[in-house]
């Protein structure tokens, strides 16, 4: 299992700290303000100079009495070189003054860092999106990884038949659902692997095809909101899904556009498939082709209306061409059968 993880994963998370440096910038500019704030902006020019004169010594000045000029002035000179000591010293010894700051007024900010400090440690130790993924096929297809192939293998029994196929999964794509982390990814299966026959498939044989939708919780907890893992596609084991486009269908709706079919006698049929979540699956809402059988001279080719965000489901825009002679046609999904019908279109 362990090696089957390590084969498998491919992302890292990397965190680096820069508290350290951010601390020691903090410390010379509070420093720097309180130093100002108390004592005032030095002037343009420098400190004034004092002209040399014969000091009146005083030698029974009484207990109470006021001090004179030159010593206020000389406290204040004395507190500005302090101030200057300790700033060249705290971006010296930015650790020292941190922690003489827990009782400072800054104490809250230092703690809140820290407090960030722990939260980017937590999170590194948070499973990546690839082990979710990983998690997610050793579900759906079992603990059949094989690393030289890099896929699951899985295997469907109808009648006497037994078809395997080598399920490879895509690049995840994480997005933000309602304010909810979901990530997408599919599973494609490897066609006619060379050198190895248990992946080699008939004219007839369909492709597979798996999608996922998994919400991923502020914890690192994961569960399946969407899931299919055995949908058939194409010929010859190729689904046509392998570089499907994967695209956001709504307002909240994300899955992946890709073409499918083969060709049997001479005759080409293409359909295009728009494969997206409905009730806790995945499935195929297109009813447009490409090519169709009977008519190789029509092509249609299609893409998204996204002119409007808000919409549920996006149209379809559908570009008929035949001859030479094009017409645009517009689809709407038709929520009751949940499909894209090329019926149902609007010139």
Known sequence: MNEDHNDNSNWRRQAQDRLHDL??????????????????????DGLPGEPRRKPNIQQDRPPHEPESVEDEKMKISHAAAAAAVISVAGTLSGCDLASDRTHDARGAEVIADQSA????????DLPSFDEIVRQVMERQYGSSFKPE??????????????????????????VDVDGNRRLYFMAYSEANIPGNDEY???????GLMG??????????QWSLESASNEMEFGSIG????????FVR????????????????????????????PRNGRFEDVSRIPMVEEDDQTTRYDIQLD???PETLMFPVIVVKSKNGHTERLLIQFDLAEGTYSLNDTKQ
């Open 23 to 44: 601390q020691l910038l903090r410390d010379m500019r509070a420093i720097n303000e309180r130093t100002q704030r108390e004592l005032g902006p030095l002037p343009l």
């Open 117 to 124: 400090s722990a939260a980017t440690a937590k999170e590194a």
């Open 149 to 174: 192939l890099q896929c699951w293998k899985h295997t469907i029994a109808a009648d006497s038949d037994i078809t395997n196929y080598c399920m490879k999964p895509s690049e995840p794509h994480v």
């Open 200 to 206: 080699w498939y008939s004219h007839s044989s369909a």
């Open 211 to 220: 999608a996922f939708e998994v919400k991923i919780e502020s914890d690192g």
């Open 238 to 245: 190729d689904c046509g899904c392998k570089n499907a486009q």
């Open 249 to 276: 269908l709504g307002e909240n709706h994300y899955g992946w556009m890709f073409a499918s079919g083969g060709t049997w006698q001479g005759s080409t049929s293409v359909v295009h498939n728009i494969v997206a």
């Open 306 to 308: 996204e002119s409007n």
